[in-house]
């Protein structure tokens, strides 16, 4: 009879922070009059509701050490980042979005919807970039390698900040210089099925522009996700929440650590993800462990990619099942 370990899927793909569910779930307990009344289910406020906004300040402030003027609740950091593209290409003609060669997986996806923008791989640690043209879109810590980058650049900098707390083992003062910023709260509470995020910035006539543009796109983002999100906030010690999560974290890299010998590479010490050089072999290998990855391609070589924030029990069968693979190849 087949071991069943080697005949489940084991799901180490996309980048849901399962760990972070697990930890919620054991610490929530929702505060009485946290569910809406269904007279009070009515659109949000424009830019988003009074409390969260004011704990998005504070938690910006927190994992940042920023303060920005204007702060707007949008429909998830994917949303964010398209409406600061939208409004940044009309309103001063820009041609590129400059990203890193990898980056978060959506990237040319959302570029491709603006047909006046074209999309542009590079090495940010080098790359000169031009007022008048780029948009230079900078993920770090980075998805998928982890790295934080803390250049400046000229012109238009719109910075991707979800992993940019002590979750993810970021340190606060590496951060690029910047116009904008974008966060969101499916990597900072795991939630990423409520779709609430949030743009930065402080330059007024941007905030009016990123506003009335984020309005149009959702009719103001939803009430219910944002008193879920209240009352979470309300209920825990956010603090305490982000150290749990590191430590579980950490638990996942060791885990995965066990690997190295098999890929060539190190766990990534930042971020929410292990990523490596992969040739036939080691793909076959993990396809034949049942383990579910994404594939990426940096232009040159190809790459897996493993989402190290699964429970940790997944993490440990999965670690298991290569293991074994390994050993009746």
Partial sequence: MANSTLNKKLDLSWG???FLLEILQNIYTPKTG???????????????????????????????????????????????????????S???????????????????????????????????????SDSNKDIILIDSPSNPLGEQLNRTYEGNVLW??????????????????????????????????????????????DFQEFAVDALYENATVSKISQHLIINI?????LNQFMGLGKNSLDQNRMGLQKLAHITGVDVQEKGMFYCFEADGKLFDLFDRANITYVRLNDGNNDLIRLNIGQTNDILKKAVKAVLKADRIK
């Fill in 34 to 88: 946290g569910i809406l009344p269904i007279g009070d289910l009515t659109y949000a406020d424009d830019i988003g509701e009074e409390r969260l906004l004011k704990y998005i300040e504070n938690i910006t402030k927190i994992t940042t050490g920023q303060t920005y003027k204007h702060y707007i609740i949008t429909n998830g950091a994917t949303q964010a980042i398209n409406t600061v593209m939208r409004v940044w």
């Fill in 160 to 205: 991707d900040n979800v992993y940019h707390n002590t979750i993810y083992n970021a340190c606060p003062a590496i951060q690029p210089k910047h116009n904008v910023s974008v966060g969101s709260f499916s990597k900072l509470l795991g939630l990423t099925g409520a779709r609430v995020g949030w743009i930065a910035t402080n330059n007024h006539f």
């Fill in 233 to 237: 906030l309300d209920s825990i010690d």
């Fill in 90 to 128: 009309k309103e001063r003609n820009l041609k590129n979005v400059v990203t890193s060669k990898l980056g978060y997986p959506y990237y040319s996806g959302m570029i491709r919807k603006h047909e006046k923008l074209s999309h542009k791989k590079t090495n940010l640690n080098t790359y000169d």
């Fill in 16 to 18: 849901n922070p399962y």
